[in-house]
Nanobody
Framework: QVQLVESGGGSVQAGGSLRLSCGAY????????MGWFRQAPGKEREGVAS???????GYADSVKGRFTVSRDNAKNTLYLQMDSLKPEDTAMYYC????????????????????WGQGTQVTVSS
């Protein structure tokens, strides 16, 4: 059973940076696609960034140029470096993963992912 554990959330002022991490446990297969989603109160969960095991990435337009997704396959860990944070980035951030091949420079729909972490809160104050 795949388990995902996020860490690294917190509170920061606008313009600041945070780095999220997501450890993945319990899988050995290839084509392990990983991504970050976020959900603000009263809003739907939306894709933020994603990456396959060949390092092909996808980003939401709202975070392009500010966020960087990466992964360390040897450590089974996914990262999200968030720079130039804005108050509208405030949300619960979730790590997601599943076994599929995507091959496109965009974040897959959340329905593609069966495995989810518990979430980590990011709060950006103005």
């Amino acid at each position: 059973q795949v388990q995902l554990v996020e860490s690294g959330g917190g509170s920061v002022q606008a313009g600041g940076s945070l780095r999220l991490s997501c450890g993945a446990y319990g899988y050995t297969s290839s084509y392990f696609y990983m991504g970050w989603f976020r959900q603000a109160p009263g809003k739907e969960r939306e894709g933020v960034a994603s990456i396959d095991d060949n390092a092909t990435t996808g980003y939401a337009d709202s975070v392009k140029g500010r966020f960087t997704v990466s992964r360390d396959n040897a450590k089974n860990t996914l990262y999200l470096q968030m720079d130039s944070l804005k108050p509208e980035d405030t949300a619960m951030y979730y790590c997601a993963a599943d076994f599929f091949s995507w091959g496109r420079a965009q974040v897959p729909p959340k329905s593609y992912f069966r495995y989810w972490g518990q979430g980590t809160q990011v709060t950006v104050s103005s």
